[in-house]
């Protein structure tokens, strides 16, 4: 009986030690299961999370990063579309300026994106103008429309972020037949800006009136031509005649807008050195408009590097290599933020930063670097087989004419700033 159950012993122990082999086997299996899982759920799921969390945060936020464009090396000729979609929105937190010369930005009602720019990056800017009056006949008398686009609100905002000057621009639309022949509606115009400009808290205007007057044809009147400089002056005055009342109470400025000369000589209808030696006194600024260089009708680049010199040259009245007179101080160059894209069978239209962002999502063309004029453009075929050509500032393109201001002893204006991209803004 005893041998009988030692056997039986015997037989429960090895069937114990199947069964806990067993177990061991069953365990085993079971954690090598649950380390596959893990793996597959970090390196399938938590992986790609975090990196489409990282590109929402640095690419669609708008948000500030370390590092400029410059020391992320994305000021070059040799760029890719992907690398502008993945990088536009990632800007430096140090939002200092990097140059030292005046900054004008203007900024259009039907573009509210740039009320938001001004604010962001405030210390970049030396003066805002947003786009916001007509000066109107209305009969026999004159109107100032644009109070009801005016922004208090924001206004006040940009007080509190820097120091930048506001200047809203004024378009003189007045039949100029009538305001440039009677001294009354001189008067009257001039009342009706500086008291805006004092009930409204500005820090001056910026006026545009020269295009209009050309397109007129009174410019070549020697007599209507002389009444529009001794107009200009007299709002100068009349402005520096005044306080503003919060910069320490220092005069109200004006700037006035200039188009640019299209040929290699100055026309009768241009404006030259002998119209800014005598608007020197009165005038603070003279935003000179050095971009729409090419049209739907002879596409090509916004703004050659060549072609702005030139036109800088002729405003100013030098030659050659000669140095630049003091006067260049006063010009606010133009920079445009926005592009061209032309249809190769005709036709063609503005387009803003947004736009040209999805052209490069949706064709992913070669982005192609142009020395001459300093630009970089791209080409792509539509859904309808059309060809297009598209001219849209770089980082590339805006450092090369940021730097062509410095050298010139020029400031720089930009049209306008919400039609450009976030990461621009690192360059000013």
């Known amino acids: 009986m005893a041998k009988k159950r030692d056997r039986q012993a015997v ?55 370390g590092a400029s464009v410059y020391e992320r090396g994305l000021v070059k000729a040799d760029i890719h579309h992907q690398e502008i979609l993945a990088e536009h929105s990632n800007v430096a937190e140090n939002t200092s300026r990097h140059y030292d010369y005046p900054v004008l930005a203007y900024i259009t009602p039907w573009n509210s994106k740039g009320y938001d720019i001004a604010k962001k990056f405030n210390s970049k800017f030396t003066h805002l103008s947003p786009v916001w009056y007509d000066l109107k006949s209305h009969g026999s008398r004159l109107v100032l429309e644009g109070r009801h686009n005016a922004d208090q609100g924001w206004i006040s905002e940009l007080r509190l972020a820097g120091d930048a000057l506001v200047l809203p621009r004024v378009v003189v639309e007045a039949l100029p037949t009538d305001l440039l022949r009677k001294k009354k509606l001189q008067d009257t115009a001039i009342d009706l800006i500086v008291t805006e400009c004092k009930e409204m808290g500005y820090d001056g205007i910026v006026l545009e009136s ?164 300093a630009e970089h453009f791209i080409l792509y075929t539509d859904n309808n087989q059309n060809k297009h050509a598209v001219f849209y500032p770089s980082l590339k393109s805006i450092s090369t004419r940021l730097e062509a201001a410095r050298s010139l002893g020029t400031g720089i204006s930009i049209w306008e700033i919400g039609q450009g991209l976030d990461y621009f803004f690192d360059l000013l």
């Open 11 to 65: 037989s429960i122990r090895r069937k114990t030690q199947n069964v806990s082999s067993d177990k061991h086997e069953i365990v085993g299996d079971s954690s090598s299961d649950r380390r596959l899982i893990v793996i597959f759920v970090v390196f399938f799921v938590i992986s790609p999370a975090i990196s489409a969390l990282l590109y929402y945060r640095y690419t669609n936020s708008g948000g500030f990063s």
């Open 210 to 373: 020269w295009s209009r007057w050309a397109a007129y044809g009174i410019l070549n009147d020697p007599d209507l031509r002389n009444s529009a400089l001794q107009f200009i002056k007299q709002l100068g005055n009349a402005l520096h005649s005044e306080r503003d009342s919060w910069r320490s109470k220092q005069p109200l400025q004006l700037v006035y807008v200039i188009g640019p000369p299209h040929s290699e000589k100055l026309e009768n209808q241009d404006f030259g050195p002998e119209d800014m030696q005598s608007l020197s006194g009165a005038v603070d600024g003279f935003s000179l408009m050095t971009y729409d260089y090419s049209s739907p009708h002879s596409p090509g680049p916004n703004a050659p590097m060549n072609w702005i010199r030139s036109a800088l040259r002729l405003v100013l009245g030098t030659k050659g290599n000669s140095l630049l007179p003091l006067e260049a101080g006063k010009i606010f160059l133009g920079i445009n933020f926005y592009g061209y894209d032309y249809s190769l069978s005709g036709g063609g239209g503005a387009i803003t930063g947004n736009d040209y962002l999805s052209v490069l999502r949706k064709y992913k063309p070669l982005v192609q670097w142009e020395e001459i004029s």
